[in-house]
C-alpha cells in the first residue's frame, strides 16, 4: 500500500472534488469514504463487513454533514462492530423505537384515553369540549413531549394553568384535573410513573363563590309582582317575565309571601 492510499482526506480536497464522467471514491481511510457522484452530489459512505457479508451504511451528504462529524459517525459504527453489533441494524432499530415513542407523546396518550372513554360511552359533547381545552392551551406546550418526561415538570405545568388562569380562574382549576386524568392512564399503562399534577392542588386559587342576583326583600318582591301585574305590553314578553316565579327550585312556604295576598 502506497504512503497515498493511507492519507486522510482533507476539507481542502472534500470541498474542490470534481464530478467526472462516472461515480468515483476518496477513501479517507477504514471503510470511509466520499462519494462523488456524476450530477455532483458528495455522499459519504462506509463499507464494513458484517458475519461474511459486504454492508454500505449511508453517512450523509457533504455538505449537510461536514468531514469531522462524518468521521464521528464512522468512528461510532466501527465501534458497533467491534462489540459484535451491526451499525446498519442498530439505526434501523433506533429509528423504529423513535416511530414507536411519537405514539407514547402527551398528546397522543391523552388522544387515546378521551377515545377509549367516547367507546365507553362518554358523551360525545362532552369529550370534545375537553378536546378543545388541550389542543387551545396543553398541547402546543407539552403535547410533543412524553407524560414520562413530564413527571418532574410541575413548572411547566403550572405555566400553562396559570397562562389559563389569568382570563378563566375555573377553567384552569379543571384543566389541571383534566391533565392529571392523563398522568394517571399514562401510569396505568406503564408510560409514566407519578402524576405531577397532585403536586400543584392549591396552585390555581379558585375565586369565591357569589351567589346571582335576586330579590330577597318581601318589599321589593311584592313592587315587581305588581309592576307584572300592571305591565302592558305585548303577552309574549309578559309570560317569559311571569314563568320563573313559578319554576324556583326554592322553598315556596315563606310566611311573608303567603301574608302578602292582603296587601
Known amino acids: 500500500m502506497t504512503l497515498k492510499a493511507l492519507e486522510k482526506l482533507s476539507d481542502m480536497r472534500v470541498r474542490s472534488a470534481k464530478l467526472g464522467p462516472k461515480n468515483y471514491k476518496l477513501a479517507d481511510g477504514g471503510g470511509l469514504y466520499l462519494l462523488v457522484k456524476t450530477d455532483g452530489g458528495k455522499y459519504w459512505r462506509f463499507d464494513y463487513r458484517f458475519h461474511d457479508r459486504a454492508r454500505t451504511m449511508a453517512q450523509g451528504v457533504y455538505p449537510d454533514v461536514p468531514m469531522k462529524a462524518a468521521r464521528d459517525k464512522h468512528e461510532a459504527a466501527r465501534q458497533l462492530l467491534a462489540a459484535g453489533e451491526d451499525p446498519m441494524a442498530k439505526r434501523k432499530a433506533d429509528k423504529l423505537d423513535a416511530r414507536a415513542d411519537a405514539h407514547l407523546d402527551f398528546e397522543a396518550v391523552a388522544r387515546e384515553m378521551w377515545a377509549k372513554k367516547l367507546a365507553a360511552g362518554r358523551s360525545p359533547t362532552y369529550v370534545h369540549s375537553i378536546q378543545a381545552k388541550l389542543e387551545k392551551d396543553v398541547f402546543?406546550?407539552?403535547?410533543?413531549?412524553?407524560?414520562?418526561?413530564?413527571?418532574?415538570?410541575?413548572?411547566?405545568?403550572?405555566?400553562?394553568?396559570?397562562?389559563v388562569e389569568r382570563r378563566a380562574p375555573e377553567t384552569?382549576?379543571?384543566?389541571?384535573?383534566?391533565?392529571?386524568?392523563?398522568?394517571?392512564?399514562?401510569?396505568?399503562?406503564?408510560?409514566?410513573?407519578?402524576?405531577?399534577?397532585?403536586?400543584?392542588?392549591?396552585?390555581?386559587?379558585?375565586?369565591?363563590?357569589g351567589h346571582f342576583a335576586a330579590i330577597t326583600s318581601p318589599d321589593r318582591f311584592r313592587d315587581l309582582l305588581r309592576g307584572l301585574h300592571s305591565y302592558s305590553g305585548e303577552r309574549v314578553t309578559q309570560c317569559p317575565c311571569s314563568c320563573p316565579l313559578w319554576c324556583s327550585s326554592g322553598p315556596l312556604s315563606c310566611d311573608w309571601l303567603c301574608g302578602m295576598s292582603s296587601t
Open 140 to 163: 402546543p406546550w407539552v403535547g410533543s413531549r412524553t407524560p414520562r418526561d413530564l413527571e418532574h415538570e410541575e413548572p411547566t405545568l403550572l405555566a400553562i394553568l396559570n397562562r
Open 172 to 209: 384552569a382549576r379543571r384543566l389541571r384535573g383534566i391533565m392529571g386524568d392523563v398522568f394517571r392512564y399514562a401510569m396505568v399503562t406503564s408510560r409514566a410513573r407519578r402524576d405531577p399534577t397532585q403536586t400543584l392542588k392549591g396552585a390555581v386559587i379558585t375565586p369565591k363563590a
